[in-house]
C-alpha cells in the first residue's frame, strides 16, 4: 500500500487558517488522496478528498502539488471543535480500502 | 437522513467466546467495509463487502469473519476471542466500492475482552 508522511501534531489558534501536510511520493496515477479526522471517542469523520485538482468543500479546502507527491488540508478559520486526529490516506481506485496511518494531532487554543 | 448504524454499542466478552457485531449503511449505500482501532492507533482495515461479495480482506486471522445482506447490512463475526481482540471496531460505508468514494463511518461498537 502507498504510504502519507504526516507530522505527529500541530497546533492553532482559535480563528486562524491551518494548513496540515501530507507527503505521499510513491501515488499511484489511479490513487485518491483521502483526509479523514477523528475526535475524542467518535467513529473518523470525512472531510475531503481528491484526484489531481484542487477540492473545496464546506468544511475544507485540499490543495494537491501538481506532481500530487504532496497535499495540504486547509481549515480556513480553525475553532475548538477541529482540535482532532487528523488522517491523509491514499485510496486505491481500485477498491476503498483505506490504511491509516497515525496521522496529525491538530491542537486548537484559543 | 440515518447515518451508519452500529450495534451494540459496548460489550463485554470472555476469552473463548465469539460475538458478533452488526452495522446497517447509510441508505443507497451498497458497500461497508470493517475496521479494527486498537486505543492510540489508528483504525486497521479488515473486511470490506459489495453487493454482498468480499473486495478485500485485511491481515486478520481466520477467526474473523464478516458477511452482507442482501438489504446491504453486514455482521462482523470473530471466534475464539483474545484479550488482543479488545478494541473499537468500526463499520464505514460508501456507494461504491473503489477508492474514488468517501467512506462515513458509525460510532463502533467497543468489545472489551476480559
Known amino acids: 500500500d502507498a504510504k502519507t508522511t504526516q507530522p505527529n501534531s500541530m497546533e492553532s489558534n482559535e480563528e486562524e487558517p491551518v494548513h496540515l501536510p501530507c507527503n505521499h511520493s510513491?501515488?499511484?496515477?489511479?490513487?485518491?488522496i483521502h483526509w479523514y479526522r477523528q475526535l475524542p471517542s467518535q467513529g473518523p469523520e470525512y472531510v475531503i478528498h481528491?484526484?489531481?485538482s484542487n477540492v473545496n468543500n464546506r468544511m475544507a479546502s485540499l490543495a494537491i502539488a501538481e506532481d500530487r507527491k504532496s497535499s495540504t488540508l486547509i481549515l480556513h478559520r480553525a475553532t475548538l471543535r477541529d482540535a482532532a486526529v487528523y488522517y491523509c490516506?491514499?485510496?486505491?481506485?481500485?477498491?476503498?480500502?483505506?490504511?491509516f496511518g497515525t496521522g496529525t494531532r491538530l491542537q486548537v487554543t484559543l | 437522513d440515518a447515518g451508519v448504524t452500529q450495534s451494540p454499542t459496548h460489550l463485554i466478552k470472555t476469552r473463548g467466546q465469539h460475538v458478533t457485531l452488526r452495522c446497517s449503511p447509510i441508505?443507497?449505500?451498497?458497500?461497508v467495509s470493517w475496521y479494527q482501532q486498537v486505543l492510540g492507533q489508528g483504525p486497521q482495515f479488515i473486511f470490506q463487502?459489495?453487493?454482498?461479495?468480499?473486495?478485500g480482506r485485511g491481515n486478520f486471522p481466520d477467526r474473523f469473519s464478516a458477511r452482507q445482506f442482501p438489504n446491504y447490512s453486514s455482521e462482523l463475526n470473530v471466534n475464539a476471542l483474545l484479550l488482543g481482540d479488545s478494541a473499537l471496531y468500526l463499520c464505514?460505508?460508501?456507494?461504491?466500492?473503489?477508492?474514488?468514494?468517501?467512506?462515513?463511518f458509525g460510532p463502533g461498537t467497543r468489545l472489551t475482552v476480559t
Open positions: 463487502y459489495y453487493e454482498k461479495e468480499e473486495r
Open positions: 481528491g484526484l489531481t
Open positions: 510513491t501515488i499511484s496515477g489511479t490513487d485518491y
Open positions: 490516506i491514499l485510496g486505491t481506485g481500485t477498491a476503498s480500502k483505506l490504511t
Open positions: 441508505s443507497g449505500h451498497k458497500s
Open positions: 464505514a460505508s460508501s456507494l461504491l466500492w473503489t477508492g474514488g468514494y468517501e467512506q462515513y
